[in-house]
C-alpha cells in the first residue's frame, strides 16, 4: 500500500516515514536489553545531543540532579564564589559554552580610566568655549549704537566745546564692525590727544552693540610760568594752551617743574616734590634706595593738589581763591580775594587747617571783616593736635612828608638889591 495512498487517518496516526525515528537492527528483530528504559520518540522541544541544556530542563539519563551533584554547594575553601558572567547572545563575537573568566581591573587602571574621562570632558568643554567665543566675536556683537555721557551716567553730556559728533567721528569706529576689534584704552589716549579741552575721557563698550564715551570738559583754571611764558592749565593741571604774557582772571599756581620742561598742548604737568625741611633726607634716600620705606615715603604733588583742591570746594574757599603755592610741601599757602595770604605749613591735617581758616574769613562777626588784609597763619599744631590761627594785618606805611623848597639864591640876591639901605 503505498504511502499517497493511505487515508487522512492513518497519516496522522503514523506520521511521515522521513520524520520516523530510526531504530536500530536490534530493536528491529525484537532484541532489546534488559533492565534498559524504553526509548521515547523525540518530541518536537527535546534537546539535541550537542544541544547545550539549561538549569532548568531534566537532566540527562544516567545523571543526577543539579541539585544533587557532588560540590555544588560545598564551601569554595572560605572563598566567596565569584558572580556568573553575564552572556549575551546577541553581542557580537558571542561564542556558546562556558563563560569566560572575568579579568581583574585594577586600581591603577581605574585611576587612569578616570583620568582619561576627565581629560576628555576638559577637551570637550574647551572646544565649546572656542567655538562660542568665535561666533560671539564674527557673528553676534556688532557696533549699532554710539553714546555719550557724563561720567554720572547722565545725559546729555556736556561736551565744552566740542561737539557729540565730533567725537564719535574722531573714534574711526564704522558700524557693524566688531565691538572687540579695536582697543579702547587706545581709544581713550587717542581722544585726549585730538581734544585737549577734556579733562578727562574714557571709552569703554556695553554690549550687545554700543560704544560709550564718558567724558569731562575741561576749565581754564591755573596759570604758570615757566621758562618761555605762560601756561593755561586744568582742574587736572592739564595744558589747555600757552601764552606769552600772563592771562587775567585765572589762579595763579607757584609751583616746582623738572628741568628741561618743554610744555605741549595736552599735556599733563606733575610738579616735582620738594619739601625743604626734608630735602637732605630725600637726597640721602634717594642715594640708598634700600633704606626707603613705603611708610616714610611723602606724598607728592599730585596727591596734594587733589587732596587741597577737593578741600577747597567742599569749604566753599574756591570762587575766592587767587592764587596757590605748592613750590614746597611744608610751606604750603594760598591766597583769599587777594588780601589774605593763608599759611597752610606741611600736608598733614588739611582738612582741620582750612575748616578753621574757612571759619575765619567767611564768617564777619567771630573772623575777619571784608576789609582786613594781611596774613592768616594756621600751620601751628601744639602737642595736644590743637591748631591755633594767628592773623598779621600788613603794616600801612606811613606817608613820608613833602620836602619845602630850598630858596633861589637869584630871587633873595634881587629882594637884598631893592631893599633901602637903613643908617
Not at 503514523?14 to 520524520?19: D, E, Q, T
Not at 621758562?227 to 616746582?256: C, H, T
Not at 566753599?316 to 603755592?325: E, F, N, S, V
Not at 590743637?386 to 640876591?413: H, K, L, M, V
Request: glycine share 6%.
Amino acid at each position: 500500500m503505498d504511502y499517497n495512498q493511505r487515508s487522512r487517518g492513518q497519516k496522522s496516526g503514523v506520521g511521515h516515514p522521513a520524520r520516523a525515528p530510526r531504530r536500530s537492527v536490534s530493536s528491529r528483530m525484537g532484541l532489546e536489553k534488559r533492565g534498559a528504559p524504553a526509548q521515547q520518540p523525540p518530541r518536537g522541544n527535546a534537546p539535541r545531543p550537542n544541544q547545550q541544556r539549561g538549569p532548568n530542563q531534566p537532566p540527562r539519563s544516567g545523571q543526577p540532579p543539579r541539585q544533587n551533584r557532588p560540590g555544588q554547594n560545598q564551601p569554595n575553601n572560605g572563598r566567596r564564589p565569584r558572580p556568573q558572567q553575564q552572556i549575551n547572545p546577541q553581542k557580537s563575537g558571542y561564542t556558546p559554552g562556558s563563560p569566560r573568566r572575568q579579568r581583574r581591573v585594577t586600581q591603577a587602571e581605574i585611576l587612569r580610566r578616570t583620568r582619561r574621562r576627565r581629560f576628555l570632558g576638559m577637551l570637550a568643554v574647551l572646544a565649546v568655549l572656542a567655538i562660542g567665543a568665535f561666533v560671539s566675536v564674527n557673528l553676534l556683537f556688532k557696533v549699532a549704537i554710539f553714546r555719550v555721557e557724563n561720567f554720572d551716567h547722565s545725559t546729555p553730556a556736556d561736551t565744552g566745546i566740542y561737539t557729540e559728533e565730533e567725537i564719535v567721528s574722531a573714534l574711526n569706529i564704522e558700524k557693524n564692525s566688531n565691538l572687540f576689534a579695536f582697543s579702547t584704552a587706545e581709544k581713550t589716549k587717542e581722544l585726549q590727544a585730538q581734544f585737549p579741552y577734556l579733562d578727562k575721557v574714557e571709552v569703554t563698550v556695553q554690549m550687545p552693540a554700543t560704544v560709550v564715551v564718558r567724558l569731562t570738559p575741561a576749565i581754564e583754571r591755573f596759570t604758570c610760568m615757566y621758562s618761555g611764558g605762560w601756561m593755561v592749565l586744568s582742574d587736572a593741571l592739564r595744558i589747555l594752551r600757552l601764552e606769552v604774557s600772563q592771562p587775567e582772571g585765572l589762579i595763579l599756581l607757584n609751583a616746582k617743574l623738572p628741568d628741561n620742561f618743554s610744555p605741549a598742548i595736552g599735556q599733563q604737568v606733575i610738579p616735582e616734590t620738594y619739601n625743604s625741611l626734608l630735602a637732605h633726607t630725600e637726597s640721602s634716600a634717594e642715594s640708598d634706595s634700600t633704606d626707603a620705606t613705603p611708610e616714610s615715603a611723602q606724598p607728592t604733588v599730585t596727591d596734594i593738589v587733589t587732596q587741597l583742591w577737593q578741600l577747597l570746594q567742599d569749604d566753599g574757599l574756591l570762587d575766592g581763591l587767587t592764587a596757590l603755592d605748592i613750590s614746597d610741601t611744608s610751606q604750603l599757602s594760598f591766597t583769599y580775594q587777594g588780601r589774605v595770604d593763608v599759611l597752610l605749613g606741611n600736608s598733614s591735617s588739611l582738612d582741620y587747617k582750612l575748616r578753621l581758616a574757612t571759619k575765619i574769613l567767611t564768617d564777619p562777626d567771630k573772623g575777619l571783616s571784608g576789609s582786613d588784609r594781611g596774613t592768616l597763619d594756621v600751620s601751628d599744631q601744639l602737642e595736644d593736635g590743637e591748631i591755633r590761627g594767628y592773623f598779621q594785618p600788613y603794616e600801612q606805611p606811613t606817608p613820608t612828608p613833602e620836602p619845602a623848597p630850598e630858596p633861589d639864591p637869584e630871587s633873595e640876591n634881587a629882594e637884598n638889591a631893592e631893599e633901602p639901605p637903613t643908617e
